[in-house]
């Protein structure tokens, strides 16, 4: 007899600021439009990153969390289309 197991987890990853630690880290990208889901879909993402804490550029650092976040993102378009 076998117990239902739970599929392994993908490891989860953070970014942070290699200065102040800040997760609250933003990387330059390129958006494109998707006719499927009419929405912008992210394409491309840049080397150049910016601390929203230090308020400059940024070098990054990834770190592997031990466990999942609480809130795990969704795979939701990044730029939703504007109404109207
Ligand atoms: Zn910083």
């Known amino acids: 007899m076998t117990s ?3 599929p ?4 989860f990853y953070v970014f942070v600021c ?3 630690g800040s ?3 933003t990387r330059e990208a390129w958006a494109a439009w998707d006719v499927a889901t009419q929405a912008w879909i992210l394409n491309t993402a840049f080397d150049f990153a910016y601390c929203h804490r230090c308020l400059g550029y940024a070098q990054l ?3 592997l969390l031990t ?3 609480s809130g795990l993102p969704s795979r939701a378009p990044a730029f939703p ?4």
């Open 81 to 84: 289309p504007a109404p109207g």
């Open 61 to 63: 650092d990834r770190l």
């Open 67 to 69: 466990s999942p976040p």
């Open 4 to 6: 239902p197991v739970d």
């Open 23 to 25: 997760d609250q880290v």
């Open 18 to 20: 290699n200065v102040c």
């Open 8 to 11: 392994p987890s993908p490891p």
